[in-house]
């Protein structure tokens, strides 16, 4: 069974920069599609970025746009989610997941019911 873990999730000021990692055990996260969601308190979780098995990112959230980068590196079995110019708004936890299936259109990309594994998730506060 393919296990997520994630970590670098902390407490940040406003503005600051976080660096979020996905990591796997037991099986490799080459042949997966890898999203990264979040969930602010009291609001639904939403589908954040995800990055294909060829590495191509789709973007899925507008206020994260220009701000977030993921990215994958295969040789450390590693996913990372790049936060830049944090805002109290991106406050919430994050979660990384795993597809087993090819996906192509961007409605299905960003949908968490098509990541069959997911990690435990890690806490992002960003506040003064």
């Known amino acids: 069974q393919l296990q997520l873990v994630e970590s670098g999730g902390g407490l940040v000021q406003p503005g600051g920069s976080l660096r979020l990692s996905c990591a796997a055990s037991?099986?490799?996260?080459?042949?997966?599609?890898i999203g990264w969601f979040r969930q602010a308190p009291g609001k639904e979780r939403e589908g954040v970025s995800s990055?294909?098995?060829?590495?191509?990112?789709?973007n899925c959230t507008d206020s994260v746009k220009g701000r977030f980068t993921i990215s994958r590196d295969n040789a450390k079995n590693t996913v990372y989610l790049q936060m830049n110019s944090l805002k109290p708004e991106d406050t919430g936890v994050y979660y990384c997941?795993?597809?087993?299936?090819?996906?192509?259109?961007?409605?299905?990309?960003?949908?968490?019911?098509?990541?069959?594994?997911w990690g435990q998730g890690t806490q992002v506060t960003v506040s003064s």
């Open positions: 037991a099986f490799t996260l080459n042949n997966y599609r």
């Open positions: 990055i294909s098995s060829t590495g191509e990112s789709t």
């Open positions: 997941a795993a597809a087993p299936r090819r996906l192509t259109l961007r409605y299905f990309i960003c949908s968490s019911s098509k990541y069959d594994y």
